[in-house]
């Protein structure tokens, strides 16, 4: 499952995800409604997503549901991964089949380096059907392997092409440096970001206009290993791409390393999502989304006096 994901989702506070547009001075609009020496809530209008980021983002969302739904069709053809260059089936690292037990029912049986779990209903076997993931997570939902594989390098290609497109432009307004780039009082702030995050702690206010070390370091993760690492795998396991780069096969060990390494990192980019939406819901759902739809976002100032 060839995907490059650059999401641009809009955050309120330290534990959402997606990088932030800093906004300049002329880009904020303060309005306040309360009377002079009053200690009531500030709102601050800040224009946070530039109109190339949230067309980056939205494009993403559709590209990356028929990429991942339509890549679990073409695995469900083999649900097995292996090590190396050849499938052995007796040494897969990770295998999703159905199997018969002594008394004639069919269990759904998942292998992960030879520990076995029964995982009947989800995967190996779902509605009366021997097949690794089950019909409503793949496209097409029957198995249809040809119709799989067009789905998924038709969008792979236009989702590659978004996200070198968001990716220059990222360079280009310094987004990726001025917002992912970790400083060194990041770093030296660690423990505590991640102390906020267990806890479920958010920044409000100034705070929440910048990323944090921890999400500056996930997002940049994502944007230029996982993403990329994701794409190479896909191209070397075609035929053709090896027959003119044949050293993108020694690089990762082989077409079966390169198969495994490839879903192993897609499944990790589909946790990064979750944890996302997950967080953008947690953290004023309204107000992010709002920024992702027109750029402008609203940060709620506490306790700050202010002149009418």
């Known amino acids: 499952m060839a995907v490059l994901i650059q999401s641009e989702k809009a955050i309120s506070r330290e534990g959402d995800q997606m990088p932030i547009v800093e906004p300049s001075a002329s880009e904020t609009l303060s309005t306040v409604s309360t009377p002079i020496g009053s200690s009531s809530p500030v709102i601050e209008r800040v224009y946070r997503h530039r109109l190339p980021v949230r067309i980056s983002h939205w494009l993403n969302v559709p590209f990356l549901i028929i990429l991942i739904m339509s890549g679990l069709q073409i695995f469900n053809a083999h649900p097995a991964l292996y090590w190396g260059d050849r499938s052995d089936r007796d040494q897969a690292v990770l295998s999703i089949k159905p199997m018969q037990t002594e ?38 939902s029957a198995k249809w392997l040809a119709m799989g594989r067009q789905w998924h390098l038709f969008f792979a290609w236009l989702f590659v092409i978004n996200g070198l497109i968001f990716t220059a432009y990222a360079f280009a ?30 920044p409000s206010g100034k705070e929440s206009k910048r990323y944090n070390v921890l999400q500056r370091l996930a997002y940049a993760t994502v944007l230029f290993i996982v993403a990329p690492l994701i794409a190479l ?11 003119a780069f044949p050293w993108l096969l020694t690089i990762f060990g082989g077409r079966q390393a390169a198969r495994t390494i490839h879903f192993v990192a897609c499944f990790s980019f589909v946790g990064f999502i979750v944890i996302h939406v997950v967080q953008v819901i947690l953290t004023d759902f309204f107000n992010n989304i709002r920024s992702m739809v027109t750029g402008w976002f609203l940060v709620q100032h506490k306790g700050v006096g202010h002149e009418a």
């Open 103 to 140: 008394s004639g029912e069919i269990r759904g049986i998942t292998t992960i380096l030879g520990h076995q779990f029964d995982t009947t209903g989800m995967l190996g076997y779902s509605d009366g059907m021997r097949r690794g993931f089950p019909a409503w997570a793949t496209i097409p």
């Open 173 to 202: 307004s310094r987004h990726a440096t001025r917002d992912l780039a970790p400083t060194g009082k990041d770093f030296r702030g660690i423990g505590k970001s991640l102390r906020d995050h267990l806890l479920l702690r958010h």
């Open 233 to 243: 795998t896909g191209l070397a396991m075609s035929p053709t791409i090896d027959t």
